[in-house]
């Protein structure tokens, strides 16, 4: 399974050219005041696979302002989490944990 995650300190974000392609691919995204809505991509939602192929295919012109965007392969059968500190994101497994 592929993921997309942050590879730097600042945040996850796609570039213009990256919300227009996936317009061009379906996807419903309108810019207003500079920010792209709906916004979407949360840590739930990384495995998308237009998100996946726009990443893949711009390569560095698929990452947004303060983001290195890079797409990682885990398991298809393991349970993950995306977990980040400052913008920089990795990817965890998830374990069984009891208060």
Known sequence: MKVVINKCHGGFGLSDKAYEK?????????KIDGY?????????NRADTLLIRVVEELGEEANGDYAELKVVEIPDDVAYDVQEYDGLEWIAEV???WG
């Open 22 to 30: 996936l317009n061009e691919w379906g996807m419903s995204f309108t």
């Open 95 to 97: 374990h069984q944990t």
């Open 36 to 44: 792209w809505e709906p916004y979407g991509w949360g840590r739930d």
